[in-house]
């Protein structure tokens, strides 16, 4: 039987995208491992699509000048302070903003992975300026059963979602330990997944975890061994996040010259 | 500082506005509410609940409390829902009782903005963004926090809305908590009025470090501050 | 701290609805005890909603005449053959069947759990004669993205849904062992919860389940402790169903009076 | 009876259209599709995947085989999907190859019925109701099985659509088992038409078996019966 592991660089080298996914929530889960080789290679992408709150995965492809659009509702770095390089591109006008909120990135997901047209929105959501703000993400529609113009947003069917996991195995089936946060749903509406693992492991370790913590095997498409694949980000139930780090990063991200001059060390292999 | 600090006097604050057997949400940054949460369920609101934002942790058990709303430590909880369905959940306008809110800027109204500070092409500052904020018309009450009392932060009007104060199946943003004092809001008006103030803080001082015109009553009473049981409870969780 | 446990008899006769959702697949988790009672009580239910695939508590239901309509994809027995009742009182008309299939139930009961006021369906599903039979179930809404009609289902939003635990505490924090089916999806949708549990548990030991496996306290009205309380169907983690206790009913329920002879020996208080 | 059940031929003859890296799903009295699976996963396809119906189970490893879809043996599997997920799925149109369905009824064109036999209001016979069939317009490819080889099952015209013949995303439904024979689909006409005869039955026996005018070619291969190693599969799963 083939396995789907393979290196960082052939993972990241065989996809074809234009939209890419990435996976995490705050500084937990970022797929480090993937995006610094995405870095590396210097890969395009036309569209970023996050996770309702994203962070340095987001904020490392921005600042380094791949990205075109993001659709977001959320990039930042919690309690430790804004996302340098995103707040710079996007005060400049470098990158273009698609604003959604967590609930259009849920239930867009939701729609994305079960092949729905598209999603309906909570009423609720009319009454913020997130729909007003991004003209492309959202439309009116009309309730057929009540007559009622109702909020809709688009389905999110990434091209590519790229996912941290704690284990996966040789056939692509991935543990997610601890919170999985939108990653799961994440993998289910994109057309191919990459998943980077802490660690893999055989088919039996993998059937011990509970339902509704997988990924299978059959959705992913390439498996990375990448233990320390979310520093400085933190990977449940394997490490947490280095705080030190990340205030470094804040602190030298604030000027393109800083985060030019972090990159490489945080890639040895960049530029 | 008179024996407290400004955090805890508005983790004791907000955690009086928790109702036994209510259910209460909060989103990123929620090391504030989170500890208000753990208070109320230590004290008055043994039947309280709470989601920890991101981690879809109910009830978290941990102790220290973490920084992050999505820590792995959170997971030690009466259960676990995954975020999508905490999501989901928001949506129904009828499961939480309490949202605790925060935003770059707050306005007269209510209204909270994590978007941006200026016009929408070249802002000044570019915010994180609002991620849950819109569910806000949905939630029973909105308590909003902030760690910053500033002509900047409290505006007449925000700039963008991402929580609207206007609720569709609630009340509304009831009660504002800052590091000089809380706020409520006039049946009226709608306005966001002086309601307390902490401690050593005086009425003059916080119309000078607000932005918008807060309407001030003749004696303003002073905020309630956290018991001797309170700061021993918070100080576990700090 | 006040407790949500209950005796199945005051969970039932607090109750006040009109749409009662059932959970369970197949002969499996069926809430028995909980239907017991709504028989031994004569509960009128305007709209019962099951699972995809419902069974027994659906056919009990039916039988016992209780049910003015049924909104389902699925009743029946399996391997094992048709459901009596339904067949019965569906082909005499004295049940009115509002045909869905599961992904409506899926996609209605998360719009109902979301607060979406419809919900969306893929493609596909036009293709079949189920959304042609059931005019109050779906309609038809213009994609507001690409101009096509698209076909439209109603939110679920049972008044009450029973549900079997295999654990729960007294704040009514649930634990489904094995398969969940969309027993959680319904809880989540539904106004008030009633659990019937094999075992009533300290909140420490439903600590220890993981993400997805269990409903929150907050969701849940009333505790019930039913140890059998899914037989002659399974209990998933507990027991298997008893294969020749649901022959007997099958042939049994083939008539009316032959139900009502089964009834009062399945449930001794009734009647 | 060559040493082998028709069910285990059957089996056989299914496992055969599902090949390596392939996904297959089934829903209820799914004990033949998922002995064909496992047949295939222990033969020629040992990469392929299934999900066995309601129990989200993703290749179960469970021997024997339980007979119900749903049971909770099966959940000792590579891994295991919540039920509403499988049902996402199924929507995307790329995720499912091959897709076993059954029916009631099952029409000269590979519609397949499990609502009703007769008109809407009375129905002569009121089936249990189609669950998933309506997704097969999404599925790579369509077998359809069915234990009943007689004039009602296999009909000209199904009295209602479960599962539609016309695909979206697909081929459609490729393949009709049956006790007596394989049947496949004209690709001019759309119509099922005589594949294989299942050993010592003859194409005059199916014909005068099935409900609709049948095309049968002059010579009508024998259906492979299945191999030794295939019965020593069959055997310990059941």
New interface residues.
Partial sequence: ??SKVVSTHDAVAALSFKTLAAGG????NNPMAVVFEIVRQERRIERLITS??AALAADVLIGAGLVDEVA?????F??LG??PC??RA????AVR?L?L???SI??G???G?????????????E????WR?NPTGY????????G?A?L?T?AIRPDVAVIHAAEADE?G?AWL??????D??MA?AS?RVVVQAERVVS?QT??E???????????VTAVVEAPGGCRPT?S??NY??DEAALQEYLRMARTAEGFAEWMPRAVPAAR | MNGWTTSELMAAEMSRHIADGEVAIMGAVSALPMAACRLAQATHAPASWFVAGGSGAVNPHATPLPQSSCDDRLLDAACVLPLPEVVMLEGRGDVFDVFFAGGLQIDAFGNTNLERIGRAEHPRLKGPGGVGLSFLPLAGRVVIYTMTHDPRTLVEQVDFVSGPAKSLTGRGPVLIVTPLCTMDFDPDTGRARLRTVHPGVTADQVRAATGFALAVQDSVPETEPPSRRDLEVLRRLA
Same sequence: chains 1, 3.
């Fill in positions: 039987m083939s929530m705050h500084m937990h309702p709150s977001t509702s959320y990039i930042g919690e309690h804004l996302a995103f707040r996007a005060e400049a006008g903003v604003n909120d967590e609930a849920t239930h997901l939701y729609a992975a079960s092949g729905l047209p598209f999603a309906v929105l909570p009423p609720a959501l009454l913020s300026d997130v703000s439309r009116k529609v009309i309730d057929p059963f009540t009622v109702v809709a688009e056939r089936t330990a601890g919170a999985s946060f939108t799961r749903l289910m057309k088919s993998m059937k975890h509970p339902a509704g913590s997988t990924i299978p095997g059959f959705l933190a449940h139930g947490a996040y």
